[in-house]
């Protein structure tokens, strides 16, 4: 049954501090630390849990399945990733770091009457995403549900974000976005400096060529600026996101998806407040630019 087009986003954010933080907590590092991998810097530990699900893949893959990096960037982690612990021993510990990571986070809340109906919701919405054409959702997928409520509600909330993300780079894709101009265009609206994206490997030129690909199409300005072209582009890049991330909450249905975002709350503020996320990053939560359509 079609629900509100703006629910999709709306759950989305709800439940990706939830996803987000294993990238950041230091419960997580610590984890990452013990099998091997340097901590000074997250790419090394970041690659790794991301990709773990997919196997033993290389760098062309991977630079395919998360789009925006570098396949320089890439490269500097995989396949070495594996030569330091394989996938299979990666997803355990992957596990381990959520545990360790949601227990300090959310304390009292998992032994809380509410958590098995969270948990309840997010896997129904989890188990009705459709995977086809979509690698890193389906990966995650046909990984094992975690029996401890709390990793159960990780695993949901990695396969939809998943899905959503998957769907996210089809929209790129039909809106001509090739993954630097993704960025510029991204970081062009406002949605975070473009300092911050330096994260993704992509060089001085390279981002310069991109924006002197996307001024030719009429998306920015002479000055780097966003044109009502290149606003309306990517408002039909958030669109298309989210009507193909539809999916899962139309299946959960309108009073499910509400429910669920209520039961998020508390989880989406305990991430925040502990400000364990950078303040200003690349995810988009709290900070993408609602679109005008």
Do not use: K
């Amino acid at each position: 049954m079609p629900i509100d087009r703006g629910l999709p986003r709306r759950a989305w954010h709800h439940l990706e501090p939830v996803h987000a933080v294993l990238y950041f907590a230091p419960e997580a590092f610590a984890e990452a630390g013990a099998l091997g991998y340097p901590v000074d810097d997250r790419w090394p530990s970041y690659f790794a849990w991301r990709a773990a699900p997919l196997g033993p893949v290389g760098p062309e893959q991977v630079a395919s399945a998360f789009y925006s990096f570098s396949p320089a960037l890439v490269a500097r982690h995989l396949p070495a990733a594996w030569e330091v612990a394989e996938p299979a021993e990666v997803l355990a510990a992957r596990l381990r770091a959520v545990d360790a990571t949601h227990r300090a986070l959310f304390g009292e809340l998992l032994d809380g009457p509410d958590l098995p109906e969270l948990v309840g919701l997010a896997r129904r919405a989890a188990e009705a995403a459709l995977t086809a054409g979509r690698p890193l959702a389906a990966a995650n997928a046909a990984l094992p549900w975690p029996e401890e409520p709390h990793l159960a509600l990780f695993h949901a909330a990695t396969v939809l974000r998943e899905h959503r993300g998957d769907g996210h780079l089809a929209a790129l894709l039909a809106a001509g976005l090739d993954p630097c101009e993704s960025l510029v265009s991204f970081a062009a609206i406002g949605a975070a400096p473009a300092e911050n994206f330096a994260g993704r490997g992509w060089t001085g030129p390279e981002w310069a060529a991109a924006t002197e690909r996307l001024t030719a199409r009429g998306w920015l300005d002479g000055e780097g600026r966003v044109t009502d072209l290149g606003r309306a582009g990517r408002n039909e890049v958030e669109r298309l996101t989210d009507q193909l991330a539809a999916g899962p909450w139309e299946a959960l249905g309108t009073a499910g998806t509400e429910r669920f975002m209520e039961l998020m709350v508390p989880y989406f503020f305990a991430v925040i407040g502990a400000n364990v996320l950078p303040e200003r990053s690349t995810l988009g939560i709290t900070t993408v630019p609602a679109p005008t359509w």
